[in-house]
């Protein structure tokens, strides 16, 4: 309910001129989303799938009033140093898009569930968490009070 709160304190605050913008989302001002929302869900402690479902910005009265924009282009793709980075990179690409669409995994009760391939898993520690953090952040402990490494 974060952007109903968000509409409802710009109502509050915002004096309005123009008879229109009373009745547009947000008075009007214009508010950028970024995100995959089928990928990047809420967190509701104890939710079910339905509650957490019902939260996403798509399930509120404000999402008729949204415009989508698709990115069509994988960036990440065009970074790729060789033609196995590249392959590697679209394969990858391909994957994720194939779980965002629901072509790959099934459904357990509330669950969805994806096998995630070898080449994906660290297995090369005991505690991949920790080597997965070393490997984004390097030197994390010693940097944390640095606003500018992140």
Not at 18 to 31: I, L, R
Request: glycine fraction near 4%.
């Amino acid at each position: 309910m974060c952007f109903e709160a968000l509409d409802r304190m710009l109502r509050d605050l915002m004096p309005v001129t123009d008879q229109h913008k009373t009745h547009q989302p947000f008075v009007g001002k214009v508010v950028v989303l970024g995100s995959d929302f089928r990928q990047i869900l809420s967190v509701i402690p104890k939710g079910s799938r339905h509650d957490i479902l019902s939260s996403a910005i798509n399930s509120s009265h404000l999402w008729s009033f949204c415009k989508v924009l698709k990115l069509h282009t994988n960036m990440r793709l065009l970074m790729s140093s060789s033609d196995q980075d590249e392959s590697e990179m679209k394969r990858f690409a391909n994957w994720i898009l194939d779980i965002r669409n629901g072509n790959i995994g099934s459904i357990v009760g509330d669950e969805s569930e994806v096998e995630i391939p070898d080449d994906l898993l660290i297995t090369t520690t005991d505690d991949p968490l920790s080597h997965l953090v070393d490997f984004a952040y390097p030197n994390l402990l010693q940097n944390m009070s640095d606003y500018r490494y992140f």
